[in-house]
Each structure stands twice: as structure tokens, then as C-alpha cells.
Nanobody, 124 residues
Framework: QVHLVESGGGLVQAGGSLRLSCAAS????????VGWFRQAPGKEREFVVA????????SYAHSVRGRFTISRDNAQNTVYLQMNSLNPEDTAVYYC?????????????????WGQGTQVTVSV
């Protein structure tokens, strides 16, 4: 059974950085498009960033562009989300997701597999 497991969340002050990791079992990330989404309390899940299968094409939400970076380590079968210049609006549960085929990289329902999420809290 496929499992995606996020880690690296925590509490950080505004302006700080965190690196989230997403490790997979029974799934090879190099064969999938991978995305990061987040959900704040009382809000819908929103797209953050995604990388298509080869990793050559990425798409970032406007709110994180220039601050967040997605990367892959195929040898470790892990995807990372480097988050810099964090602000309180970035506070949310962050989820990684994988899809074998995507028509729209930013649509959550297009993804086949999801992790359980990791909490990121940014204090003022």
C-alpha cells in the first residue's frame, strides 16, 4: 500500500525557514508528478507548488513564489519543500501528494495519493 509521510513541520518565528520532507513507500517519485498543498483552519486546501514527473517543470502559487522551493532526491525517493521568509499567513497543515497523470497541476482532486500532513506554525 502506498504511503506518503511528511515531516519537518514545527513552530518558527516570522522570517524563519523550514524544510519539509515527503518520503514515499511503494511509490517511486520519479514516476509521478508531486505537489504540496496546505490547509489553514477554516479554509479550503490550497495549492502551494508542484513538480511534474521529470522535475523540469514546476509551478508555484503566487503567494509563495520566490520564497518556497520544491526539490526531489530520487536516490532517497524523497521530495522536499524549502520554505524561507515564512510569515504567519503560511501557518497551515502541509500535505504532499502524488499523481501519475495531471491535467491541472494545481487541482487537488487530480492527485492520487496523499500524506497525512505536517503542521507548520509561524509566529509573529
Amino acid at each position: 500500500q502506498v504511503h506518503l509521510v511528511e515531516s519537518g513541520g514545527g513552530l518558527v518565528q516570522a522570517g524563519g525557514s523550514l524544510r519539509l520532507s515527503c518520503a514515499a513507500s511503494w511509490l517511486t517519485f520519479s514516476e509521478y508528478a508531486v505537489g504540496w498543498f496546505r490547509q489553514a483552519p477554516g479554509k479550503e486546501r490550497e495549492f502551494v507548488v508542484a513538480s511534474e514527473r521529470s522535475g523540469d517543470i514546476t509551478s508555484y502559487a503566487h503567494s509563495v513564489r520566490g520564497r518556497f522551493t520544491i526539490s526531489r532526491d530520487n536516490a532517497q525517493n524523497t521530495v522536499y519543500l524549502q520554505m524561507n521568509s515564512l510569515n504567519p499567513e503560511d501557518t497551515a497543515v502541509y500535505y504532499c501528494a502524488a499523481a501519475i497523470f495531471l491535467r491541472d497541476i494545481s487541482i487537488a482532486t487530480e492527485y492520487d495519493y496523499w500524506g497525512q500532513g505536517t503542521q507548520v506554525t509561524v509566529s509573529v
